[in-house]
């Protein structure tokens, strides 16, 4: 810790600067836990650096996302509880590059809080090294911004960014798709980090008893049910890769069904999925209930169950079902890729 730097004047204006550098210190053991090969820089510099190994790879092509957790980070406040958030940010950023096949190398997050309280930080920045170590990226750096008078005391916003590297031979771009191809579902682990304006106003959150355990829910609590983290995808599909030729690969997230999958059909063709056959968690059929929400809209909202969807042929189909359960999802067989009448890329049926 710098204990020569300290301003009463910035101080009193609201910013602590001595409690980002505690923020630091508390948080440098989450970050110690993300550490691979590449790294080349501790926290606290100006830059974080990595050395990319290439071995294997012919033609490197770097591939980034970033995102953040959006409204979720209200139930977090609500519920007080800041160590999983991190997990969110991490996997929408890694399961959006993991799409066209990239590993993911290094990650780094944006945090922005009305008050810098260092256990809050550090418990932030677990969560971030949770999902980091999930997906095999290196947490090289980030920044705590603290912005009274922007933020509320007790708020915070969090965001990420990830680069991963895929070769320039082996990216996933949908042009081998063909009629006849299986669609397999990867399951989600809840209603991950898309569509929390809508799911705040359903259960009105700021006002209603979230923490009382529901039936309906298994027994956990609306808020406990709301905060489980987004799961993170990589490893099994870095796996699935190695074994089967993938021929395209859809993160649902926000927009659901109809706006995500047909991101990764090619014009001619469609995905054509019975809806009887979605393995739709209790928490949608409970939103859906207490929303009084229409069946398409929950589909055109949520992931409904289904986190992300892969596309392979179908004499692979259970190759790449035993390889995906061998990783330890729930993979199952979710439609199939059919020729589009209409220009549609999509059919629930």
């Given at each position: 810790?710098?204990?020569?730097s300290?301003?009463?004047?910035?101080?009193?204006?609201?910013?602590?600067?001595?409690?980002?550098?505690?923020?630091?210190e508390?948080?440098?053991?989450?970050?110690?836990?993300?550490?691979?090969e590449?790294?080349?820089?501790?926290?606290?510099?100006?830059g974080?650096l990595?050395?990319?190994?290439?071995?294997?790879?012919?033609?490197?092509?770097?591939?980034?996302?970033?995102d953040?957790v959006?409204?979720?980070?209200?139930l977090?406040?609500?519920?007080?509880?800041?160590?999983?958030?991190?997990?969110?940010?991490v996997a929408?950023?890694?399961?959006?590059i993991?799409?066209?096949?990239?590993?993911p190398?290094?990650?780094?997050?944006?945090i922005?809080?009305?008050?810098?309280?260092?256990?809050?930080?550090?418990?932030?920045?677990?969560?971030?090294?949770?999902?980091?170590?999930?997906?095999?990226a290196?947490?090289?750096?980030?920044e705590?911004?603290?912005?009274?008078?922007?933020y509320p005391?007790?708020e915070?916003?969090?965001?990420?960014?990830?680069?991963?590297?895929?070769?320039?031979?082996?990216?996933?771009?949908n042009?081998?798709?063909?009629?006849?191809?299986?669609?397999?579902?990867?399951?989600?682990?809840?209603?991950?980090s898309?569509?929390?304006?809508?799911?705040?106003?359903?259960?009105?959150?700021?006002?209603?008893?979230?923490k009382t355990?529901v039936?309906a829910?298994?027994g956990?609590?609306v808020?406990?049910?709301?905060?489980?983290?987004?799961?993170?995808?990589v490893?099994p599909?870095?796996?699935?890769?190695?074994?089967?030729?993938?021929?395209?690969?859809?993160?649902?997230?926000?927009?659901?069904?109809?706006?995500?999958?047909?991101?990764?059909?090619?014009?001619?063709?469609?995905?054509?999925?019975?809806?009887?056959?979605?393995?739709?968690?209790?928490?949608?059929?409970?939103?859906?209930?207490?929303?009084g929400?229409s069946?398409?809209?929950?589909?055109?909202?949520?992931?409904?169950?289904?986190?992300m969807?892969?596309?392979?042929?179908?004499?692979?189909?259970?190759?790449?079902?035993?390889?995906?359960?061998?990783?330890?999802?729930?993979?199952?067989?979710?439609?199939?890729?059919?020729?589009?009448?209409?220009?549609e890329?999509?059919?629930?049926?």
């Open positions: 810790m710098n204990l020569n300290k301003s009463e004047a910035y101080a009193a204006a609201g910013v602590d600067i001595t409690a980002g550098y505690k923020a630091v508390l948080m440098k053991q989450h970050v110690a836990r993300t550490a691979t590449g790294v080349c820089s501790d926290v606290g510099g100006f974080g990595f050395e990319i190994d290439l071995t294997g790879i012919t033609k490197p092509v770097l591939v980034s996302g970033t953040g959006g409204t979720k980070l209200k977090a406040f609500l519920m007080d509880k800041h160590d999983t958030v991190g997990i969110d940010c929408m950023c890694v399961n959006d993991i799409c066209v096949g990239a590993k190398l290094l990650f780094l997050d944006y922005a809080c009305g008050k810098n309280v260092p256990e809050r930080i550090a418990d932030i920045v677990k969560g971030v090294a949770d999902g980091c170590v999930m997906s095999g290196a947490l090289i750096g980030g705590t911004a603290e912005m009274p008078g922007f005391e007790d915070y916003d969090l965001a990420g960014y990830s680069t991963g590297v895929v070769d320039k031979d082996k990216i996933i771009d042009t081998k798709m063909q009629a006849g191809d299986v669609i397999i579902a990867l399951p989600s682990s809840g209603v991950h898309n569509g929390f304006s809508l799911v705040r106003k359903v259960f009105d959150v700021e006002n209603a008893d979230i355990p039936e829910l298994g956990r609590s808020g406990e049910t709301l905060l489980t983290p987004t799961k993170i995808y490893k599909v870095l796996a699935l890769l190695e074994k089967c030729d993938v021929k395209g690969i859809s993160h649902i997230t926000g927009g659901g069904f109809y706006e995500n999958i047909p991101r990764s059909i090619p014009d001619g063709l469609c995905a054509r999925i019975r809806k009887a056959d979605v393995r739709v968690l209790p928490i949608f059929k409970l939103i859906r209930e207490k929303g929400i069946e398409r809209d929950m589909f055109n909202t949520f992931n409904m169950g289904v986190g969807s892969i596309v392979v042929p179908a004499d692979q189909a259970d190759e790449a079902l035993a390889i995906l359960r061998a990783q330890g999802e729930d993979a199952y067989r979710l439609g199939e890729i059919v020729t589009s009448d209409n220009g890329k999509i059919e629930l049926c």
